[in-house]
């Protein structure tokens, strides 16, 4: 197994004025699934194209195992990338796809062969071998893409937000697939998405990122139980978290986080609030509140299926029933010392 | 109104723009083939009674049109080539390269396309002077090899090339040639081929500038050699008219040939692919 350790160390990188990446620290261990997930924008793609070096980075150090790689050609780093695009090669077949990362290296033809037939199993497009790229479906492409990624056996996975083509239903399934080609190759895999449930369901741990800034890496759990920050907190988990003004529980100067989940519906309850709207999920109901303090607050509940929804126009108190989590109004950081 | 009608007047219409593009050609076939002394009958003649098929071969021997029609054979082939190898290359260069002043040299590129061909003639005939290339293979040639057309069109062509192609293959580790030659030309065939025809269209076809610079049959090109035809007799005009289609016969072909490859190129990139 290849297998290696991808690092970036105080990276920087401009592109004229604009500044996309902000002293990017990041290291994704040997092995791991390393998600890095934030809006459009906010420099995830330039920080894979960087390990990939499809970019130099301005200032900062890019390790792949133990090899320093900021003057090693792209191809030389040992990585393979998954584009969104797929990136296959419209005019060559299948078979002749998959095989160009292993031709481009003069691999011999018997082991190539072999190669090919191997990755082309793994990913169940053996049948497709002979067909080009414009007679396959979304589904199928991504396949051969993922496909020509793992005949190399490369040190590292990139991903570039690989399933943001394809239809919801085939992405749930891709999802489990890629976990499942992970765990078996047991290669790193860096994966950039903007899609908070790709993030929350794959990765080992998740690199969140904002205009350039990295503000907080952990696991699915530590970044949904103790966001970093008010960005983290509202990105993370959806509906997103609720951020009420600290003064409407007395605590001014903080921003409270409330998951819609930590509210419920309860006449005891000490906040009042009017739905303004119902959506059914089937499984649950999201309610839409608006809070009768000054500002008129919107907050999102959310209430498990056998629950009785209220109708819009109902007047309702509200209870909290989960964690509450603070974060200071001027900066957004979290206060730890008042969980 | 009905859609048949409707059909039929687009057919119609269709028919007579047809006749009118194919007259003039007909009537050259007419004429090739008519003794030299009924063409400037009047009514004209529009179908021959009994075609002289003669002409033909006369045209061939009398104006010695093969040795012509090879020096064009040359020339147009070489510019072609020549044509399409630094269209491609400098159109690469500013379609996927970083250099110094790309938009300021592209531009240049650019502004070669807006200088009429005549206000070229004297400094090219001088150039050509100077470098002793008087009456040789490279006066036809060499100032046809740089094509602003070709660059600029090329390099729309490839711009049309997702980045991630690019991408993909600079991690599968396909260098600048190899990318060109396994990728980018591939993907951009009908580009090359509706580029090839139109170059040699245009180099076949030229006439003042083989007419300048040679001064010896043996680098003449054809259509500077149909003028020899013309000291014939008045009553053997339709000479003439034959070696007009012997001289266009070649390009007749290649358009056969490669017809699906222009209309392609022609309209590359005007729907999505």
Redesign the interface.
């Known amino acids: 197994m290849a297998s290696a350790a991808v690092s970036l160390e105080a990276i920087e990188k401009r592109f004229g004025s604009t500044v996309a990446l902000v002293s990017l620290t990041l290291t994704a261990e040997a092995g791991e699934f390393l998600i890095l997930l934030g809006p459009s924008g906010c420099g995830k793609t330039t920080a894979l194209r960087i390990v990939a070096g499809l970019e130099a980075p301005t200032a900062g150090t890019v390790r792949i195992g133990d090899q320093v790689v900021n003057d090693v050609e792209p191809k030389d780093r040992d990585v393979a990338m998954v584009f969104q695009s797929y990136a296959l090669y419209p005019h060559l077949s299948v078979r002749r796809n998959i095989e160009f990362p292993l031709r481009a290296r003069r691999v011999a033809r018997d082991e190539r062969e072999q190669r090919v037939k191997e990755a082309a199993r793994s990913l169940q497009v053996e049948e497709l071998l002979e067909r080009k790229p414009g007679q396959l479906s979304g589904g199928q492409r991504q396949r051969v893409a993922l496909a020509r990624a793992i005949v190399r056996d490369p040190k590292a996975f990139l991903m570039d937000e690989p399933l943001s083509n394809l239809d919801a239903r085939l992405r749930v399934e891709m999802r489990a697939e890629l976990i499942d080609l992970h765990r078996t190759t047991g290669t790193t895999v860096i994966y950039v998405t903007h899609d908070q449930v790709e993030a929350m369901t794959m990765g080992d741990r998740i690199a969140i990122l904002k205009a350039g800034l990295l503000q907080q890496v952990g696991s699915p759990k530590e970044v949904h139980d103790r966001p970093a920050n008010e960005f983290v907190a509202s990105f993370i988990g959806s509906p997103p978290m609720n951020l009420l003004p600290g003064e409407l529980l007395g605590e001014p100067g903080l921003t409270i986080g409330v998951r819609p989940e930590a509210f419920s519906i309860d006449p005891e309850g000490t906040i009042g609030a009017r739905v303004t709207l119902v959506e059914s999920l089937g499984h649950e109901y999201h309610v839409a509140c608006r809070l009768r303090d000054a500002a008129g607050t919107l907050v999102m509940v959310r209430l498990s299926a056998p629950a009785v929804p209220p109708s819009i126009g109902d007047d309702v108190q509200l209870a909290f029933t989960g964690p509450l989590h603070r974060f200071d109004s001027v900066t957004g950081a979290r206060k730890e010392e008042a969980d | 109104m009905p859609t048949s009608v409707r059909t039929a007047l687009r057919y119609l219409v269709l028919v007579v723009i047809a006749v009118i593009v194919l007259f003039p050609i007909y009537i050259t076939l007419v004429n090739a083939l008519l003794p030299g002394q009924d063409i400037a009958k009047r009514p004209p003649t529009l179908f021959p009674l009994h075609p002289l098929w003669d002409s033909f071969s006369q045209a061939w021997t009398d104006g010695s049109l093969g040795p012509y029609l090879r020096t064009s054979a040359i020339v147009s082939i070489a510019t072609t080539l020549a044509a399409l190898a630094t269209s491609i290359l400098a159109a690469y260069a500013f379609a996927f390269l970083e250099f110094p002043l790309k938009r300021v040299l592209f531009a240049l590129c650019l502004a070669t396309l807006m200088v009429p061909a005549e206000v070229t003639i004297i400094p090219n005939y001088r150039t050509i002077q100077l470098f002793g290339w008087y009456d040789t293979y490279p006066a036809l040639i060499v100032p046809f090899v740089a094509s602003g057309i070709g660059i600029f069109l090329f390099r729309q062509s490839f711009r049309q090339l997702?980045r991630?192609?690019r991408?993909?293959a600079?991690?599968?580790?396909?260098g600048h040639w190899?990318f060109l030659g396994r990728?980018v030309l591939?993907?951009n065939r009908p580009m090359v081929g509706a580029f090839a025809i139109f170059a040699f269209l245009g180099s076949w076809n030229q006439y003042l500038w083989p007419l300048l610079v040679t001064n010896t049959n043996a680098r003449r090109t054809v259509q500077v050699g149909l003028k020899q035809l013309e000291g014939l007799n008045a009553d053997q005009q339709n000479i003439i008219f034959a070696g007009t289609i012997l001289a266009a016969l070649p390009i007749f072909v290649l358009l056969l040939l490669f017809q699906r490859q222009l209309v392609r190129g022609l309209t590359a990139g005007a729907v999505k692919g």
């Open positions: 997702p991630d192609l991408d993909a600079v991690l599968d580790g396909y190899r990728v591939p993907l």
